[in-house]
């Protein structure tokens, strides 16, 4: 049995579909942070079979949640303050994201002007679909 002692002050990363933590990690910058962290892979769940969960010790607001909803909107952030689990949080996948993704239309502005912001709008909530704002090329979430 494997057992990963409790957060005083952090936040658990919790319903992350097997085998998503590391890129969540990446995405989330985890590695830049002076904090702990800890990775649980393919945890047993009920609910999803198997998960994974991460948990981080350091103020909720390091993390851009925007992020977080867009690489998987399922997961529940559950937020830690002396020990105790004071609020959950359920994400929604984010009406914009800012430099996340990279617009592949090698004629979009962005390709040209290296210092630009890579913005993408959400336009289709049902189909996860996301355009870059400059020029409109389609990003599909996976």
């Known amino acids: 049995m494997l057992n990963v002692g409790s957060l005083k002050e952090g936040f658990v990363l919790d319903h992350i579909k097997a ?72 994400l929604t996948l984010p009406k914009s994201i800012k430099n996340v993704l990279k617009c592949k239309n090698p004629r979009c502005i962005t390709s040209i002007e290296q210092e630009l912001d890579h913005i993408f709008y959400l336009t289709d909530e049902t189909k996860q679909i996301y355009r870059c704002r400059y020029c409109e090329e389609k990003y599909t979430n996976r």
Do not use: F, W
């Open 19 to 90: 085998g998503k933590s590391m890129e969540i990690y990446k995405y989330l910058g985890l590695d830049k942070l002076d904090c702990q962290v800890a990775i649980i892979k393919n945890a047993k769940s009920g609910k999803m079979g198997r998960k994974d969960i991460i948990k981080i010790e350091c103020p909720i607001d390091v993390i851009n949640l925007d992020i977080l909803g867009y690489v998987d909107h399922n997961i529940t952030v559950n937020i830690i303050h002396d020990s105790t689990i004071v609020e959950k949080k359920q």
